[in-house]
């Protein structure tokens, strides 16, 4: 229920936004372009901080250099943008995940026991206070990502779903959401039966043997899931836009 469909609604609101924010400042005459590049700049700074000095699965970083690539992508064609960003959201991660095992370059990384030491390490400086030394073997793991094709992948994961959430916002079902009402009611079920039952065969097929499906079980539940994400998340969409503009159930949004 949860697990890649929150960060799925968080990417595609950083799209959706991105693109009302453009609207509504060209409307009133303010430049939009300087003040979206220095809150991007501001973003990936925040990120980068947080990255080097704090935790080392930062997010942030990410986000500040999707936005930019978001910011000279505003141009693109309509339908462009609808499959551009459908191709980055279903499939980017898993292609990029595949050429660097493919490659090689991520196996000169995976050292299962070298993981397990680095995990153990992580627990004893966090338990005996030693931050400086948890930091540094944070971005140490990190590093390990980076080189194996993780940033990249996660970089085209969010550009997919911002993608997706400024196509949204430039046909304006979200804006104009009390007009749409019909279309969210016709697409909840649809889209959540869909999704559900994709993940549900996605989470039953976890105890099948690598060697089924003539060795391709493992490919064909990475295709289920990342298919299975955004039909939820779509669903949730129009879930929460019909809570938030119906009647009978309108007093739990209301507080």
């Given at each position: 229920f949860v697990?890649?469909?929150a960060?799925?609604?968080?990417?595609f609101?950083?799209?959706?936004?991105?693109?009302?924010?453009?609207?509504?400042?060209?409307?009133?005459?303010?430049p939009?372009?300087?003040i979206?590049?220095?809150?991007a700049?501001?973003?990936?700074?925040?990120?980068w901080?947080?990255?080097?000095?704090l935790?080392g699965?930062?997010?942030?970083?990410?986000?500040?250099?999707?936005?930019?690539?978001?910011?000279?992508?505003?141009?693109?064609?309509?339908?462009?943008?609808?499959?551009?960003?459908l191709?980055?959201?279903?499939?980017?991660?898993?292609?990029?995940?595949?050429?660097f095992?493919?490659?090689?370059?991520?196996?000169?990384?995976?050292?299962?026991?070298?993981?397990?030491?680095?995990?153990l390490?992580?627990?004893?400086?966090a338990?005996s206070?030693?931050?400086l030394?948890?930091?540094?073997?944070?971005n140490?793991?990190?590093?390990?990502?980076?080189l194996?094709?993780?940033?990249?992948?996660?970089?085209?994961?969010?550009?997919?779903?911002?993608?997706?959430?400024?196509?949204?916002?430039?046909?304006?079902?979200?804006?104009?959401?009390?007009?749409?009402?019909p279309m969210?009611?016709?697409?909840l079920?649809?889209?959540?039966?869909?999704?559900?039952?994709l993940?549900?065969?996605?989470l039953?097929?976890?105890?099948?043997?690598?060697?089924?499906?003539?060795?391709?079980?493992?490919?064909?539940r990475?295709?289920?899931?990342?298919?299975?994400t955004?039909?939820?998340a779509a669903?949730?969409?129009?879930?929460?836009v019909?809570l938030?503009?119906?009647?009978s159930l309108?007093?739990?949004?209301?507080?």
């Open positions: 697990y890649d469909k960060n799925t609604l968080f990417a609101l950083f799209g959706l936004g991105f693109w009302i924010q453009m609207e509504r400042l060209q409307a009133r005459g303010a939009f372009r300087s979206y590049l220095r809150r700049a501001i973003l990936l700074i925040i990120g901080v947080h990255l080097l000095c935790f699965w930062d997010i942030l970083h990410i986000y500040g250099i999707a936005a930019f690539i978001l910011f000279f992508s505003r141009k693109l064609p309509d339908r462009a943008l609808l499959w551009i960003g191709t980055l959201l279903l499939f980017a991660r898993p292609f990029v995940t595949w050429l095992d493919a490659s090689g370059i991520k196996g000169l990384f995976d050292d299962p026991v070298a993981a397990e030491a680095g995990v390490a992580r627990q004893a400086a338990q206070g030693d931050f030394t948890f930091i540094a073997l944070m140490k793991d990190y590093l390990t990502w980076f194996s094709g993780g940033l990249l992948g996660w970089i085209f994961y969010a550009l997919g779903r911002f993608f997706m959430g400024a196509w949204v916002a430039r046909r304006g079902w979200i804006q104009n959401a009390s007009d749409n009402l969210f009611r016709r697409w079920w649809p889209l959540l039966l869909a999704g559900l039952l993940e549900s065969i996605h039953f097929t976890e105890e099948i043997p690598e060697t089924a499906l003539f060795g391709q079980i493992g490919l064909l990475i295709l289920l899931h990342v298919v299975a955004p039909l939820i669903g949730y969409i129009c879930a929460m019909l938030f503009h119906g009647r309108s007093w739990l949004v209301r507080p």
